[in-house]
């Protein structure tokens, strides 16, 4: 059996993205790099083959998914509550996702309007999760994107979210000045990076 | 009846056909300022704060003419735009070496809509996305994971300006009529209608607003019914929703099981 048709067989079967660590720890008889180099395989052989599945990645990992050509004849069988956002829950996702982590009065200084409804709703919906809490008087709440808001939007990573046009601010007196901003560049995932006072949940 | 217009092409194409007042839903008051920075073709770094603030009063006030509920946000925006419009008539001060930079009393505000308008285009691109559960599907997947949770999008968020649309539609179907009715034969009360929408849903899960007023289509039942159903609404007695946008509005009871999920959310 060659090693592509392994790594295939496993990604087929997996519920979620399968990430390449993940594949090196199922598959210690080989080396990681040999993993890559046929997983880079497979990604090809799907990539030329043009059919109705697609080999992407995921949030952090590789999964098979119907060409997005191909929705209208998939949604004549998978019944699915669409996802479906309004135009005020895409903005606060927005913000969330390239602001990350910001509290609540951030979003809303940057919406102009009050945000606890649609913040519950992301929430519930599990595409924006709580990080931790600020600390800063009133210990507010900071939310970034989880892992769902990676899949349900096709994103690799939060690198690859699509970059937003350069604001060429009137001057550069940074906005809010209460919080570093989390790069858009910057690949580590971002909730290493802040003090986490308690384990995240609900309140 | 009409309120008083002014010239302004803001109002006047809003009021162009009659009681056809068109309401776009805006996001908040910043969404309002980038409508009308657009409409008007303005440089958003050099906004004319004068014209800009009275267009936005003038929206306000359409929202107090129209009885809508105006969010203490759009009120907010209102005074800082207020606010921003007599500083700009003062002389500046050059002695004054309190704020150096910030010479331009717009400055804020115009960084704020470049900021909004910014997260406004993300969230559009975002959503354009090829969305799991919408175009792309993975293998047996019935549900994408993580929207199985929630069933009902904020069924109440975008209600008001939707009912006010149903009610002007079927406003326009009433036949004018061309003499006024003195004396109001048994003129018909909110409780009642009330009553008889509670009863009608006991029978049936589900009903839309076109049956309510069916059997008798005059002006005055479809203005009862729809104040009928806004008081529902607020005593947390029925769910009112659309199956698409611009869809027919359908009602039915609300269930207790929504009050758990209220009660969440005050924690």
Redesign the interface.
């Known amino acids: 059996m060659s090693l592509s048709a392994i790594i295939e067989s496993l990604i087929?079967a997996a519920e979620?993205p399968l990430s390449l660590d993940r594949l090196c720890d199922l598959l210690q008889e080989y080396e990681r790099n040999q993993l890559k180099v046929s997983l880079g395989e497979l990604v090809v052989f799907y990539e030329e083959r043009q059919g109705g599945i697609q080999l992407v990645e995921v949030a952090g990992g590789w999964?098979?998914?119907?060409?997005?050509e191909l929705?209208e004849y998939?949604a004549r069988h998978?019944?699915?509550?669409?996802?479906?956002?309004?135009?005020?829950?895409?903005?606060?996702?927005?913000?969330i996702?390239?602001r990350q982590p910001i509290t609540r009065t951030e979003v809303e200084?940057?919406?102009?309007?009050?945000c606890g409804?649609?913040i519950?709703?992301l929430l519930?919906?599990?595409?924006v999760r709580i990080l931790g809490k600020k600390e800063i008087p009133g210990r507010p709440l900071i939310y970034g994107t989880?892992k769902?808001?990676l899949?349900?939007?096709?994103l690799k990573d939060l690198k690859s979210?699509?970059t937003?046009?350069e604001?060429?601010?009137?001057?550069q007196?940074p906005?809010l000045e209460l919080q570093e901003e989390l790069p858009l560049e910057q690949n580590s995932a971002p909730d290493n990076d802040i003090f986490l006072p308690f384990e995240a949940g609900?309140? | 009846m009409k309120p008083a217009l002014n010239d302004d092409p803001f109002l006047s194409d809003a009021f162009s056909g009659g009681y056809n007042v068109h309401l776009d839903a805006f996001e908040g008051p910043l969404d309002l300022l980038l409508h009308l920075i657009r409409k008007n073709e303005l440089d958003i770094r050099d906004i004319p704060i004068a014209v800009i603030t009275r267009q936005y009063l003038d929206y306000i006030k359409l929202m107090k003419d129209l009885n809508l509920e105006i969010a203490g946000d759009f009120l907010l925006m209102a005074s800082t735009l207020l606010h921003i419009k007599s500083r700009m008539l003062l002389p500046l001060d050059e002695q004054e070496e309190g704020e150096p930079e910030e010479t331009d009393p717009r400055a804020e505000l115009i960084r704020r809509l470049l900021e909004y308008q910014q997260y406004k285009e993300a969230g559009l691109v975002i959503g354009a996305r090829a969305l799991l559960g919408r175009e792309v599907f993975t293998r047996g997947a019935s549900e994408p994971l993580s929207l199985r949770t929630q069933g009902d999008d904020n069924p109440l968020e975008l209600e008001l300006f939707d009912l006010v649309d149903a009610f002007r539609t079927l406003l326009a179907r009433v036949p004018v009529e061309s003499f006024h009715d003195v004396a109001a034969g048994d003129s018909l009360s909110i409780a009642d209608c009330i009553n008889e929408t509670l009863s009608l849903l006991q029978e049936r899960e589900l009903i839309h607003f076109d049956e309510l007023v069916c059997l008798d289509l005059t002006r005055e039942r479809i203005i009862v019914t729809f104040l009928a159903l806004l008081e529902l609404c607020r005593l947390k007695l029925i769910r009112i929703f659309q199956n698409e946008p611009h869809g027919k509005i359908w009602f039915m009871p609300a269930v207790s099981r929504d009050d758990s999920i209220e009660g969440e959310a005050a924690g």
Request: with cysteine; net charge positive.
């Open positions: 087929f979620s999964q098979f998914r119907t060409s997005p929705q998939v998978i019944r699915t509550k669409a996802a479906k956002f309004s135009p005020s829950a895409l903005e606060t996702l927005a913000i996702a390239y200084y940057l919406r102009g309007v009050d409804g649609v519950k709703t519930d919906k599990k595409l989880s769902e808001f899949e349900v939007f096709g979210l699509p937003l046009k604001i060429q601010a009137l001057d007196t906005f609900p309140c």
